[in-house]
């Protein structure tokens, strides 16, 4: 079955970090650009970041530009989300995906992902 497994959600205090886990099963995400995307309650989905299949390209939304960063460790076939300087609008569901693609750039919107993570909880606050 493929897969993509979230980890390292959490609580965490204004001002913190935390670094989220999209980990694939099944297949290599060396074809596929990634995205990450996160559900607040109330709020409608928003793209988050996402990275190329093989140039590099990554995009951030302007909310969260110069405090995450999304990387790539083909070694582990997993995909990175490092969360700094954290804020309680970060709060939300955050999930990644996985689109098969090839060249430049990587998608921005949610539907054609191929596949999904579980999911992710991430909590800002005192």
């Known amino acids: 079955q493929l897969q993509l497994v979230e980890s390292g959600g959490g609580l965490v205090q204004p001002g913190g970090s935390l670094r989220l886990s999209c980990a694939a099963s099944g297949f290599t995400l060396n074809d596929y650009a990634i995205g990450w995307f996160r559900q607040a309650p109330d709020k409608e989905r928003e793209g988050v970041s996402c990275?190329?299949?093989?140039?590099?390209?990554?995009y951030y939304a302007d909310s969260v530009k110069g405090r995450f960063t999304i990387s790539r460790d083909r070694a582990k076939n997993t995909v990175y989300l490092q969360m700094n300087s954290l804020k309680p609008e970060d709060t939300a569901a955050y999930y990644c995906?996985?689109?098969?693609?090839?060249?430049?750039?990587?998608?921005?919107?949610?539907?054609?992902?191929?596949?999904w993570g579980q999911g992710a909880q991430v909590t800002v606050s005192s």
């Open positions: 995906a996985a689109q098969r693609r090839h060249g430049s750039g990587c998608t921005r919107t949610a539907r054609p992902y191929d596949y």
């Open positions: 990275i190329s299949s093989n140039d590099g390209t990554t």
